[in-house]
């Protein structure tokens, strides 16, 4: 690990014009490329205190040997220049999304003799118009197929186009029509070069201008009296319509616009882009990245238009920049990314976040993808057999276990406010999640907020309910039993059992949540279960009496598996706890009636009509409500009688006081600071 103040520049040194600089490790390798405004406050900040700097940032600068830059002009000139470094070393501590070249896209090759539409993957090529990206090969072949009817440009590869040359006979799309054939001379070369770009113009969504020229010319051939020519232009014209109802339209006035999304947690971000032209989304691509670097949204958000818009230089037309570019968060500062852009275009782009109407709903069904594309990424992994078993094994090596934790069992605690604390524990066998063995706590021990105590109490609760199922068995002898967690229940209404010990258990939360699990093993006796605790804001994996934290590697299947496990309590956890907030917030006084039940308590409103009639009823008219039996409606009547009847309600505009529908209103939700759900 070497000290950064061996390599640290002379303050003087470092210019104060904009620039790129580049870390090198001491094998001379470029570890990362960053690019700033001002490169002096910029590179000064790398060689602060390493306890100031984000871990990321402080193990970049541990690992490097030297530094050194580059002096540019302009910002812009900095962010090219950026893009082609990182391009040109692949820095391990840079922001790389995967996947950015694996997408296939429709490609015309305008720049040969005689243009070829194709599937195209890779870089792109001066003088190609590309078209997508779209999700499967077979989507393009399909749009392709409905438009060569129309648009006969040749889809044949250079082997078979000199082969058809040589024989003076065209390919079998030449005989059925969908191939224009200019390889024997049906057409020249300036004639389907005109059907190429006619192509080229429908896919960019210029597509108004050519139906309706499409239908005047089927007219003038019906008027004629030309109808097998009307009939082809009518065919023609249906299968243009197919091709468009493919892309469904969601911008109203014909935009074109890229819209773009990121997902992120504190290892990994996915960033999706739906590709809008004409209005109607023309494509969508999506990758995942590791964040190895100390990087916001906004950073994400920039190096994902750098990794998207980079090749674009290269392009003799660059139509791959639109006129707007919507995103989550703009890049700081956003002036050098829109010159960058507009440079690119040739134009004035619009680079923005969208605030209201079609373009916001449609970036929130974008954010939805990204994390939809988060999530499916981290099941991929999780689901892999061969990354399970590496996962656990991981976990099993760093935290020195005689064998893999084949069941782990993870706890959380949520409350608002100190209000409705309850708890989760979720279980994980064989790295992944068996819901049916899930359970949930309400904290009874105290009342407010305590995450410590809540955490010392659920995990006595649970192993308290594991040895009172061991001694059944007449195993072990246990101590006296205490309230056991909320879960799903037996047929005849019981808890069911946690019969089965864990390998490891796992505590959301630092050396606290896992002092307090341990204190509450060690009270049971219980010395044979693993502990560990995991906190949220570096990925830290705490053991019990351990004054340092265990750190996993960054790209560790064991953290994976750690992190989605903590995880997963917290989405339990939280649930619930939404779920008695909203049920305490929503409930009545009929409510708290033992044995009545929501068909019976709406029947009884629906007879009186409101709590007040309800309240001044007696048993005798209670009892004639269909299903209430005369031991029901005493208990009824003696709960309303013990509450103290609502104040009568008021009309806020007039002043005038409801009477009879005063008690109708039987929830009140309180005017309270903005809610802060504590996992």
């Keep these: 690990m070497a000290d950064p103040s061996t390599y640290r520049p002379a303050p003087g040194a470092i210019p104060i014009s904009p620039g790129v600089y580049k870390f090198r490790d001491a094998h001379g390798r470029v570890i990362y490329v960053g690019k700033a405004k001002s490169l002096r406050p910029r590179l000064s900040s790398y060689f602060q205190d390493l306890a100031g700097l984000h871990p990321r940032t402080a193990t970049m600068v541990t690992t490097a040997a030297s530094v050194e830059w580059t002096v540019v002009a302009t910002e812009v000139e900095a962010l090219q220049l950026e893009y082609s470094w990182i391009k040109e070393f692949d820095p391990r501590f840079n922001v790389k999304y995967r996947d950015d070249k694996s997408y296939p896209e429709l ?111 089927m007219q003038e051939a019906a008027e004629e009296l030309e109808y097998e020519k009307a009939a082809r232009l009518r065919d023609d ?45 023309r494509g969508q691509r999506g990758w995942v990245t590791d964040k190895v670097e100390d990087v916001d949204t906004a950073g ?10 980079g090749a674009a230089a290269a392009d003799e037309r660059n139509e791959s920049v639109p006129r707007e570019v919507l995103v989550p968060a703009l890049p700081d500062p956003v002036g050098p990314i829109r010159d960058w852009l507009s440079e690119l275009r040739g134009s004035q782009v619009d680079l923005r976040i969208p605030q209201r109407g079609d373009k916001k709903d449609l970036m929130a069904t974008v954010q939805r993808n990204a994390q939809q594309a988060l999530a499916l990424h981290k099941t991929k992994r999780a689901s892999d057999l061969t990354t399970r078993s590496r996962a656990l094994q991981e976990i099993a090596d760093a935290l020195e276990l005689d064998s893999v934790p084949l069941r782990i ?32 706590f309400q904290i009874k021990g105290f009342a407010g907020q305590d995450d410590v105590r809540s955490m010392h109490e659920v995990i006595g609760r649970r192993f308290r309910r594991y040895l009172q199922e061991r001694e059944q068995t007449g195993e072990w002898a246990v101590p006296e039993a205490d309230d056991e967690g909320e879960g799903p229940r037996t047929e005849d209404g019981r808890p069911r059992r946690f019969a089965y010990p864990p390998q490891l258990l796992v505590v959301d939360g630092g050396q606290p949540q896992v002092a307090a699990a341990k204190r509450a093993l060690d009270e049971l006796g219980i010395d044979d279960v693993a502990l560990c605790g ?90 004639a409500v269909p299903g209430i039996g005369r031991r029901t409606a005493e208990t009824v009547a003696a709960v309303l009688s013990s509450r103290t009847p609502a104040a009568p309600a008021v009309n806020t505009a007039t002043g005038e006081i409801i009477e009879d529908g005063a008690d109708e209103v039987v929830t009140a939700v309180p005017r309270t600071a903005p809610s802060q759900e504590t996992p």
Aim: aromatic share 8%; net charge positive.
């Design 237 to 281: 014209i249906g299968a243009l319509k197919r091709a468009m109802e493919k892309n469904a339209i969601v911008l109203a006035d014909a935009t074109d616009a890229d819209l773009l999304a990121v997902a992120e947690d504190e290892l990994e971000a996915a960033v999706q882009i739906f590709h809008v032209r004409g209005g109607r989304v």
């Design 534 to 623: 995991l906190a949220k804001r570096l990925e830290e994996v705490w053991l019990p009496g351990e004054d340092d934290p265990v750190v996993l590697p960054r790209s560790s299947e064991g953290l994976y598996l750690l992190q989605r496990v903590r995880d997963e309590a917290h989405r339990f956890a939280i649930t619930y706890q939404r779920a008695k907030r909203s049920k305490r917030l929503t409930a009545g006084e009929l409510d708290s009636v033992p044995g009545l039940g929501e068909t019976r308590r709406r029947a009884l409103l629906k007879h009186f009509g409101s709590l007040k009639k309800l309240r001044a009823a007696t048993v005798d008219e209670l009892c």
């Design 107 to 217: 490609a015309v090759t305008l720049n040969e003799e005689y243009p070829r539409v194709q599937v195209m993957r890779g870089a792109h090529k001066k003088g190609v118009r590309y078209f997508g990206p779209y999700g499967h090969a077979w989507a393009i072949r399909e749009t392709v197929d409905l438009l060569l009817r129309v648009f006969p440009v040749r889809t044949c590869s250079n082997g078979v186009f000199k082969r058809a040359r040589q024989v003076g006979r065209p390919c079998l799309l030449g005989y059925i029509g969908k191939c224009a054939a200019p390889c024997v001379g049906k057409v020249t070369a300036d004639e389907h070069r005109a059907l190429a770009e006619d192509f080229c113009d429908f896919m960019a969504g210029r597509t108004g201008n050519y139906l309706r020229r499409l239908e005047a010319q």
């Design 409 to 440: 069992e993870c706890f959380d605690i949520s409350h608002l406010q100190g209000e409705d604390v309850v708890a989760s524990m979720v279980v994980f066998e064989d790295g992944l999640a068996r819901k049916g063995e899930y359970r949930r």
């Design 300 to 309: 994400l958000v920039e190096h994902a238009l750098q990794q998207l818009y």
